[in-house]
């Protein structure tokens, strides 16, 4: 990755040593001394909004780090070449990729609603890659304070990192909902007897911190309950033990918002079976993957990825045994 990295930024060097070369050969030939375009660096949008019936819902670009992977994030228990096989077909690249981070907010025209809060100070990405929700707000043109609920998938750090910024709940006005099972699972103290540099511990400390204070605040949630009106909870244990997915539906119009039902969208949905890195019961997220993605599928709703690729709405179609993304174009503006 180095030496690519290397290669790429010697060829830039040489194409823009062309490109004055160019530009000064220009300016001579040309008697008003016109100068070549600056480049201006690539671009990419931080927040996406769509309707959903009569809710207005924009998807919030909270991390844009390059990690390893997908392997072992997905497909652990495979070997390594079969998931790079896998991204070359795909026309991916075998051992790097970038997750998406998405947090959603959904404005139901009487709420607002906030689905997981990002990375923020603390999370799995670290600033400035990660831990962006509070700036794509902004351009958004939300204020963190007029959000009246925030909802949480499960409670790993790239989750509920953002529920505080500097020690304070950066939800000023906010109300909160989870599983009951994550929130009672990550309140025992033996959380934090988990290995320091492991998922589960980080998890556990954030959590301590930013979360387990706001339980007054906090509606604890079991599958199929209705968090408010045109939304409701769906069980996708597994991940972590109180892992709920969420349905988001009005007039006719539905949206799936899953969390970490995928990690990948080409391979966590080519083989739901395979293994996930991430899940702390490896047979339940798989057995919740592929339920899951039989019910997109079926149902052909727009799905909300938090960890596929930005803008992370697509649909789920059946390929062979397992299942494939189709991202998002046009559907939603008809
Ligand atoms: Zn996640």
Known sequence: MITSTRAVTRRRLMSSAAAMAAGSALAASTPSGGAASPHHGPTRASFHRIEIGAFEVTMLLDATAMIDGPWPIVGEDRPRGEIEALMRENRL???????????????????????????????????????RLGERLAAAGVDPAAIDLVVLTHCHTDHI????????????NAAYAVCAREFDFWSKPERLSAEPDGNEYKSALVFGEAFRPLAERTRFLKPGDEVCPGIHALAAFGHTPGHLAYHVESEGRRLLIWGDCAHHEVASLAHPEWSAFFDM???????????????????????????????????????GTGYRWVPVSYQLDL
């Open 93 to 131: 690249p075998p051992t790097r990729f970038q997750p998406g981070f998405t947090p959603v907010l959904v404005n139901t025209g009487r709420q607002t609603v906030l689905f997981d809060t990002g990375n923020g100070g603390v999370g799995f990405v670290p600033r400035p890659a990660g831990g």
């Open 281 to 319: 019961d490896k047979a339940q997220g798989a057995a919740t993957r592929r339920a899951i993605y039989e019910m997109a599928a079926t149902e052909e709703i727009v799905v909300a990825g938090y960890h596929t690729s930005f803008p992370s709405l697509g649909y789920v179609a059946r390929n």
């Open 161 to 172: 990192g953002g529920l505080a910024e500097g020690g304070r709940p950066f939800f000023p």
